[in-house]
């Protein structure tokens, strides 16, 4: 998982009301070994901060899954069914439960660069 901490995501400013550092906190603690939480500087999706990118197992990937990408993540029960996900199995293995997909954002496309 790569969550997204830079211009935008986690910024106190853009959204003063959000805990980033205990968004954070319950992502890595929610998300213990074999799982990576890890940060990224920014995603190019600015206007849907907070980002979370949830990429596949490398079997799931290999099968064809991509990575779902998530915005405007400040609520921490959207953090709890992000988790929740990622522990059944995530993309391509676990099917997204519905109210994730309200939380669905597409990933930016890069001229140059082949869509994910």
């Known amino acids: 998982m790569t969550v997204c901490r830079d211009c935008c995501c986690g910024s106190p400013d853009k959204h003063p009301g959000v805990d ?13 070994a074999p799982h990576r939480v890890r940060t990224s500087l920014c995603l190019d999706v600015c206007e849907q901060a907070n980002v979370v990118v949830v990429q596949p197992s490398p079997v799931a990937r290999r099968a064809g899954a991509r990575p779902a990408w998530f915005g405007l993540i400040g609520d921490p029960a959207v953090v709890d069914n992000i988790t929740a996900w990622v522990r059944d199995g995530g993309p391509g293995v676990a099917a997204m439960p519905a109210i994730l997909q309200l939380s669905l954002i597409p990933a930016p496309i890069h001229p140059g660069r082949p869509a994910d």
């Open 20 to 32: 980033h550092d205990g968004q954070l906190q319950q992502l890595r603690a929610a998300l213990p």
